[in-house]
């Protein structure tokens, strides 16, 4: 299949390889294939691109690069670190979350919750109708029995920023283990982690123009830890199995691309997000913008047109080529509305016709204008079958 004049607006949910990263990872795919724990100089050369990779992770978080656990994916990192503290700290059964978490980390804990006896109790934070949280709700829910704390940096389908340092330093004054899934603010938005008390970072590498298949868990130096899997000492003991090198080096190169795009991601695509809200808010009759209007994700914007559905939205768009998404990719399986707009109120005629688009640097001025142009008649047109529409 050929990509023609296809209009990328869901990188929320991945993002195009950057032609950077795929010209990186192509030797380890084909001339250097030895395995990083090899003792011969063949492999050893391998291990050595893994530490440059390791290096520029490192860097772009503000951490060390033993801090630094390669895994597969986003998901595995959340699991892992959840999972490590219930063991580091067995006495404790208390969890604190939020009610819009990735389902990665959201399914865990309602497993936790309900699968293991009630064993484990789960604090859900409540959010308000922009989608932010209540840091006093947060500090009356610390405790002694908290294990841990595990809160999203930035809202996959709103790109709410919640403030992940405040909260950190609250958790850690307690001594309770602080973990963020930081898969969605990793390369759109700065982080030095050498500044913060978070104890566990999780990130995915498809998320920053690198492949599918590779992520990161930050363990801060000194914190208590439990491999998820165990078998050789790959990791330094800490992820057991043969490390994914191509990826690996590609995620170290995108990295590099994406600190050094970071003020592009922060001013030009930023402004073409504000021409797309701006001018759908303006065009779309009965249409709101779900989540806060300025401590939002550069690239994000979440949208609800009101007596639609999402998917007939979508099926529409893609006639036109045009790429968005109905809340996370990871539940665009559910005729439910999103868990994540249902937690902030959002009414359930707005619900259902909820669209988010999620730019990257690869997105032009051009399509902005080609999305502005065709989205008012798509809607008037669902809008006129639908029988909830009370008309003009």
């Known amino acids: 299949m050929v990509k023609e004049n296809v209009v990328y607006m869901d990188n929320n949910a991945t993002t195009r390889v950057a032609p950077e990263v795929v010209s990186e990872m192509m030797p380890y795919l084909t001339d250097f294939y030895g395995n990083p724990s090899s003792m011969h100089t063949f492999g050893g050369q391998v291990g050595q691109a893994l530490k440059t990779a390791r290096k520029r992770v490192a860097d772009l978080l503000g951490a060390d690069p033993e801090e630094i656990t390669f895994t597969s994916c986003g998901t595995e990192s959340d699991s892992t670190a959840i999972l490590s503290a219930l063991q580091a700290y067995p006495d404790k059964r208390h969890i604190i979350t939020t009610r819009v978490e990735h389902p990665a980390v959201k399914n865990l804990c309602d497993t ?18 922009e989608g932010m949280l209540n840091l006093e709700e947060y500090e009356a829910a610390l405790s002694e029995d908290t294990a841990i704390v595990s809160v999203m940096w930035a809202n996959n389908e709103t790109g709410v920023i919640f403030p992940i340092a405040e909260m950190a330093r609250m958790a ?7 973990h963020t899934d930081a898969v969605q603010a990793v ?7 050498k500044e913060l008390d978070v104890d566990f970072l999780s990130l995915s590498g498809h998320k920053l123009h690198a492949p599918k298949g590779v992520g ?8 208590i830890f439990t491999p998820f899997l165990t078998g050789g000492h790959q990791e330094r003991g800490r992820r ?13 190169q995108a990295c590099l691309l994406v600190a050094e795009k970071m003020t592009e991601e922060n001013t030009r695509v930023k402004m073409l997000r504000d021409k797309l809200e701006d001018g759908l808010l303006a065009t779309v009759p009965k249409s709101l913008l779900n989540g806060h209007k300025t401590e939002r994700l550069p690239n994000t914007c979440n949208i609800s047109f009101e007596y639609v559905e999402g998917e007939a939205i979508l099926l529409h768009m893609n006639k036109h080529n045009i790429c968005a998404s109905s809340g996370s990719a990871c539940t665009s399986g559910s005729l439910e509305p999103s868990h994540v707009l249902r937690a902030m109120g959002v009414p359930f005629t707005a619900a259902h016709g ?35 529409w009370p008309g003009d």
């Not at 850690?172 to 602080?178: T, V």
């Not at 390369?187 to 982690?193: A, D, R």
């Not at 990161?216 to 914190?223: E, Q």
């Open 187 to 193: 390369g759109k938005i700065p982080i030095n982690l």
């Open 172 to 178: 850690k004054e307690r001594g309770i283990l602080f």
């Open 354 to 388: 909820s669209i988010r688009f999620s730019l990257s640097i690869y997105n032009t001025e051009e399509e902005i204008d080609f999305v502005l142009e065709k989205m008012p008649a798509i809607i008037e047109s669902l809008r006129q079958m639908s029988p909830f």
């Open 240 to 252: 057991g199995g043969t490390e994914n090198v191509a990826s690996i080096v590609g995620l170290g």
């Open 112 to 129: 936790l919750d309900t699968l293991t006896g009630h064993k484990h109790r789960i604090t859900r934070l409540k959010v308000d109708p």
């Open 216 to 223: 990161v868990l930050y363990v801060k130096r000194g914190t």
